[in-house]
């Protein structure tokens, strides 16, 4: 009995250690990471302010032109913020962009419309203002979408096909490949330019519910929250944009 005493304490002791090591390494992984996740925000910070004043030379000549029309898919509780909006396509319209389409999935955006688009004038008007050299700001144009413009879309061409080529007398029903479905959505008003770059501002990764079918050839670049935005690292993900030979699904 005493043998058996003694060989259950060791083992209750060993079993003891083992997790205190367990939690010791947990502790030591866990630490590690915080680090190397604070080094990584702390350089991407320092990145993203040596870019905002023009000490990185190679972001100083960003090739605009490739970004015809640009989609910014915004939360819809971040969307209330419209004075952040509002700061967002300032920094948009500095760097040349010229065409602009907002979506939320609720429609804040869209409701906010009048209120985005004279803020925005406003704030142009203010710039060229006050600089002294007189400083041209280009004309935005901007197009408001949500989820709701979906539904409709859909069902409209979708009807259009079907009187198009299923209500016929013609014995043989074609297969609808994607030029048609584009081709009927165009025709119901509800085509729209594809964007050629799109950015997320919320805490998910994902386009949340903007039209599928103007996205096909989309580079989708989630941006992180629209509170922590910054303008270094929307000259980086357009800059990044520029330099990649888009190949369009050949």
């Known amino acids: 009995m005493g043998l058996g005493n003694e060989v259950q304490k060791i ?56 970004v015809r029309y640009l989609a910014v898919v915004i939360d819809s509780e971040e969307a209330r913020e419209t ?56 004309h935005v144009d901007l197009e408001f979408v949500s989820f709701a413009d979906s539904k409709p879309a859909v069902a409209k061409a979708a009807n259009l096909l079907f009187a198009k080529h299923y209500a016929s007398t013609k014995p043989e029903k074609p297969n609808f490949t994607e030029s048609d479905m584009s081709e009927a959505l165009q025709a119901v008003g509800y085509g729209g330019p594809e964007p050629d770059l799109l950015f997320v501002y919320g805490p998910v990764r994902c386009h949340m519910g903007f039209p599928a079918w103007r996205i096909r050839y989309t580079e989708i670049v989630h941006m992180g929250t629209l509170k922590s935005m910054e303008f270094g690292s929307l000259i980086k993900a357009i800059h990044k944009f520029t330099k990649v030979h888009q190949n369009y699904g050949q």
Do not use: F, P
């Open 11 to 66: 083992l209750s002791w060993t079993s003891v250690c083992g997790n205190l090591v367990l939690h010791l390494v947990w502790l030591i992984l866990h630490l590690i990471i915080n680090v190397w996740y604070s080094v990584l925000g702390i350089a991407r910070m320092v990145e993203n302010t040596l870019i905002s004043s023009g000490l990185l030379k190679s972001y100083n000549a960003v090739n605009i032109s490739k």
């Open 83 to 138: 004075s952040k909006v509002l700061e967002l396509l300032c920094w948009l319209a500095s760097i040349g962009v010229k065409s602009i389409c907002l979506y939320d999935r609720e429609g804040v955006l869209k409701k906010s419309q009048t209120a985005i688009i004279e803020g925005l004038n406003k704030s142009q008007k203010a710039i060229v203002e006050g600089s002294n050299h007189g400083t041209l700001v280009e």
